[in-house]
């Protein structure tokens, strides 16, 4: 038993761990943007490297989201420290990875709803909010 409770405590400081290194991802990509539209460091994807504006946005908003997302995260270990103690950090990385899905998905309709497929500005009209 005392064995078992170590291991379980073991995988939380893991999952934590894990996911205070996401968070302070978030913050790095929050407070450094990358200035100009590059191949190594960003959010990138065809609709977000289009021109300098939609780089912009899609940074902010992709960093904003991500840093969220992170902070949530930090749930998920503490639950599951009380339901399957063995597999937290297992299930933390899975869930972790579909959150940042969720921020590709985010961004790419921020950019959808404000930015047209070349990537000039939608008018005022059109844009909704988020």
Not at 74 to 101: E, K
Not at 107 to 121: A, C, I, M, V, W
Request: overall charge positive; aromatic content about 16%.
């Amino acid at each position: 038993m005392i064995a078992n409770q170590y291991t379980d405590q073991n995988q939380l400081y893991m999952a934590l761990g894990y996911c205070a290194f996401m968070l302070l991802l978030g913050w790095l990509l929050k407070k450094f943007p990358p200035k100009k539209i590059n191949h190594l460091y960003g959010y990138r994807t065809q609709r977000s490297m289009k021109n300098q504006s939609t780089w912009e946005a899609a940074n902010a908003y992709s960093s904003l989201v991500f840093f969220k997302v992170s902070l949530y995260c930090f749930f998920i270990p503490v639950a599951l420290y009380f339901l399957y103690p063995q597999l937290n950090v297992l299930i933390t990385i899975i869930t972790n990875t579909l959150l940042l899905l969720y921020v590709l998905y985010a961004t790419e309709k921020h950019l959808k709803s404000r930015f047209d497929t070349q990537g000039n500005p939608l008018d005022q009209t059109h844009q909704t909010k988020h």
